[in-house]
Every structure is written in structure tokens, then in C-alpha cells.
């Protein structure tokens, strides 16, 4: 019997005027492991938007987000007997010519930084990070 875990990745975007920034995590302890977007677990009960609410929080210290963007349907690895289904989502921390609030890290944050699309693109190194960035700038220019 396989055991199945939830997970979202949140990418928490804010403006710099009209242009739009991306916030990325590096979680502890590892120095070397990439930036990243916000993770938190979906519990069981858990609705997606709370997972999401309260990852965010934790990992950064945002309360609440203007709005939230599914990025793609869920994905699912299988890894022995346990299976992880993430969930890509976007998270608004800000509207465009208001400043964003200030970001707060939490414990497993060893590291964060605020980045345009080209840079935050390069900074991500998981294939489907990168696929959820692009659609998110995507949607955003339209």
C-alpha cells in the first residue's frame, strides 16, 4: 500500500511598480540547496488554500494574499511506498504602486530574495519550478 503526502509550492510574487518580483526561499540546513518556492504540507482535512495561507506565513512571515493562482494540475512522484502529490500555486503579496510587507523568515528559511522573472527563472533548478514560473509571468503579462 502506497502512502500518500501533500504538499503545495507556493510561489509568493509582489510589484516593483508594474513589474512583477518573485520571491524565493532557501531552506536550511543546506546551504547548497537551491532557491526555491515556499513549502508546506497539506494536512489531512487541510483545504488548499489553508495549507497555503499558513506555508506562506510561516516561511515568510506574509499573512495574507491578495490573490491566490492555481499554476498547473497537481504532480505526483512515487517513491517506494510513498507517494508525494504537490500542488504548484501562486500567491499575491501585494498590489502593483503599494509597497509589499515586509518579509519575516521563518526557522527553515535559511535565505530569501525578492527577484525579477529573468532572474528568478535562472535562480530555480526543479524542471517544474520553472514550468510554474513561466506560466505564472505568463499570466501576469496577459
Known amino acids: 500500500m502506497i502512502s500518500l503526502n501533500h504538499r503545495v509550492r507556493v510561489f509568493v510574487f509582489g510589484f516593483d511598480g508594474h513589474d512583477p518580483r518573485f520571491l524565493l526561499v532557501r531552506h536550511r540546513p543546506r546551504a547548497e540547496w537551491p532557491l526555491g518556492p515556499v513549502l508546506g504540507p497539506v494536512g489531512l482535512g487541510d483545504h488548499l488554500e489553508d495549507a497555503i495561507q499558513r506555508g506562506v506565513a510561516e516561511e515568510t512571515g506574509l499573512s495574507r494574499a491578495h490573490q491566490l493562482l492555481p499554476l498547473a494540475d497537481p504532480q505526483k512522484d512515487v517513491f517506494g511506498d510513498v507517494g508525494l502529490i504537490e500542488w504548484p500555486y501562486a500567491y499575491q503579496a501585494g498590489v502593483p ?29 526543479y524542471r517544474r519550478d520553472r514550468e510554474a514560473l513561466l506560466r505564472l509571468r505568463l499570466r501576469l503579462a496577459s
Do not use: I, K
Request: hydrophobic residues 40%; proline residues 14%.
Open 97 to 125: 504602486d503599494q509597497p509589499g510587507p515586509a518579509v519575516r523568515p521563518g526557522p527553515t528559511v535559511g535565505e530569501f530574495a525578492w527577484l525579477n522573472f529573468e532572474q528568478a527563472y535562472e535562480a530555480v533548478s
